[in-house]
């Protein structure tokens, strides 16, 4: 069992959801295929997804929704 | 005059215009930013600022509570609402008045009536402003949809009634094709706006976008002359001009009429816009909706008239009387504008948010650029891309071209990617200098040329 981290390679506002009444992508727990999505960030009203390049669970995830991130912030730990 | 001190609910290029007619008011402006923008040069100008919340927009500059609360601690008597954000929110001109603060645009329910895109056009039709065919209103029954479809004739615009800058709007060719996108159409306007209305309007193919600036106090309303705004991309502006010069002068009176006649209906007050789309093939033209607002565009109609018009809707608000007459404004030459986005056009438009290094800004006769920059600058990528304007004025089309050539010449702005070279390679563009353009024109031009738009000089070897 080892730990990876998903960063985000933009800065932007991370987002959890597809939009905000619909769940979530991933929650803590749920499994995770490589280019599974695990959010969105929106940058300058252009959203790119964020996918998982790893195979794993979802340990946690290090930014709230809607919250603002910077490049190379790591958005989720993933237990692989 | 009521107003010492406005406070500024936007961001930007426009809060920066906005502090400039402020401060030539003898007023003081205020500031209101979100935490990303403790930085910005509207913060570094205005006489006072104050932090309204964190970056996303929903939590900072759509937060209207705050906004009133900010307004009412530092003392200011009035909001400017800009443009986008809370500008066209009639809930939101209805609370700041309850507030006991003055609203800087017309009041809530001028636009609750014109931001609604089914009345608005009810209110176009009973000022006898020439609609695009289409339903009367909400479609009520998704049903009998399709045989009002048919007597518009296809294709058709399903439109949502919440909708707006292009958002929204869907084409169906055929009965069949209508009969599966509006259920779908209703469906996305209920999850997106909130509100599932929906109606129709005939697509025009091939139509150029003409809109008139108009000024109102209420009982006196005059017209500011016309923009064409054809060269969109995603229903997005990025090069407009005053005058239109694709109308006959017959046109171009009966469509500026018209806008007053609709101002003069509805008693607005403030500066807004009524836009219409103009079917070259046939002369007809055609209103298509009104913003409440100061536009991004307005400098265009500033050059060729000498007025101020960020100015000119304080005062209003102010309570004045309109300090213009119909006869005071007198369109002198050509101006043209580009919109200076933070996106890459080699790239498929990329948003760019990065680091300004040294920048050169251009200037001499004709030549204004309203921006947000400063050496050092760091864009956030928090908001729309818009970094400023670049706005020519000459005595003619032609020479208007080559100052903004020249203009762009001298414009760099180093570490930033930005549109400059898409506005280059338009202003040599044969079917852009002799004015052979419409709404649909930019974008097949772009599949075609997007790959041949270098970046700027100082990229270059």
Known sequence: MSKAEIRTPLPGIFYRKPAPDEPRFKNPGDKVAVGDVIGLVEVMKTFTQITSDVEGTVLSFLVEDEEAVMPGQVLVEIET | MKIRKILIANRGEIAVRIIRAARTLGMHAVQAHSSADADSLAVRLADEAVEIGPPPAGKSYLNGQAIIEAALQSGAQAIHPGYGFLAENADFADAVVAAGLIFIGPDGNTIRKMGDKA???????????????????????????????????????????????????????????????????????????????????????RSRHIEVQILGDGTRF???????????????KVWEEAPATSLSDETRAELCDAAVALAASVGYRGAGTVEFLYDEASGEFYFIEMNTRIQVEHPVTEAILGVDLVAEMIRIADGEPLSLTQNDLKPQGHAIEIRLNAEDPANNFMPFPGQLGEMNIPAGPGIRFDHMLYPGYLVPPFYDSLLGKLIVHAPDRSQ?????????????????????????????????????????????????HAHTLSQQKDDLP
């Open chain 2, 119 to 205: 009345s608005a056009r009810q209110a176009a039709a009973d000022a006898g402003v020439p609609t695009v065919p289409g339903s009367d209103g909400v479609l009520t029954d998704l049903g009998r949809a399709v045989d009002i479809a048919h007597q518009i004739g296809f294709p058709v615009m399903i439109k949502a009634t919440a909708g707006g800058g292009g958002r929204g709007i869907r084409i169906a060719h055929t009965a069949e094709e209508f009969a599966q996108l509006a259920p779908q159409a209703a469906t996305e306007a209920e999850a997106a706006f909130g509100d599932g209305g929906l109606y129709l309007e005939k697509l025009i193919a």
């Open chain 2, 222 to 236: 005059v017209h500011c002359h016309e923009r064409e705004c054809s060269l969109q991309r995603r229903r997005q």
């Open chain 2, 400 to 448: 208007a071209l080559a100052r903004l050539k020249a203009a762009l010449a001298e414009l760099q702005l180093e570490g930033l990617k930005t549109t400059a070279p898409l506005a280059a390679a338009l202003a040599d563009d044969p079917d852009v200098r002799s004015g052979a353009v419409h709404t649909n024109w930019l974008e097949p031009w772009l599949d075609s």
